[in-house]
């Protein structure tokens, strides 16, 4: 049973804008920390956005300034807004749910967001 439920993505031109959102299902609690990372061909997982349950963020270098993390503590639920999109950002994107400091991570399923030249 998928756990966390993404939604969102698509394809996009050059200087555009996409959202996606994230729900995780199976928390019972308070969720320690979200995000996305990414994955393209050939290429590590990377991270992309992570926002702590206090609302603290951190962003990759190459995302910053255009890309917005936000979430909503009650729906455990994680949102990216990404403006400006560059072919480079071409990638398949991961949720993820930390929900203790400790605890090991929940990911979601992907979701493909291509951005052509």
């Known amino acids: 049973q998928q756990q966390l439920v993404e939604s969102g993505g698509g394809l996009v031109q050059a200087g555009g804008s996409l959202r996606l959102s994230c729900v995780d299902s199976?928390?019972?609690?308070?969720?320690?920390?979200m995000g996305w990372y990414r994955q393209a061909p050939g290429k590590a997982r990377e991270l992309v956005a992570v926002?702590?349950?206090?609302?603290?963020?951190s962003y990759a270098d190459s995302v910053k300034d255009r890309f917005t993390i936000s979430r909503d503590n009650a729906k455990k639920s994680v949102s990216l807004q990404m403006n400006d999109l560059k072919p480079e950002d071409t990638a398949v994107y991961y949720c993820?749910?930390?929900?203790?400091?400790?605890?090991?991570?929940?990911w979601g399923q992907g979701t493909q967001v291509t951005v052509s030249s």
């Open positions: 926002i702590t349950s206090d609302g603290t963020t």
């Open positions: 199976g928390a019972m609690f308070s969720i320690y920390r």
């Open positions: 993820n749910s930390r929900r203790r400091i400790s605890s090991p991570d929940y």
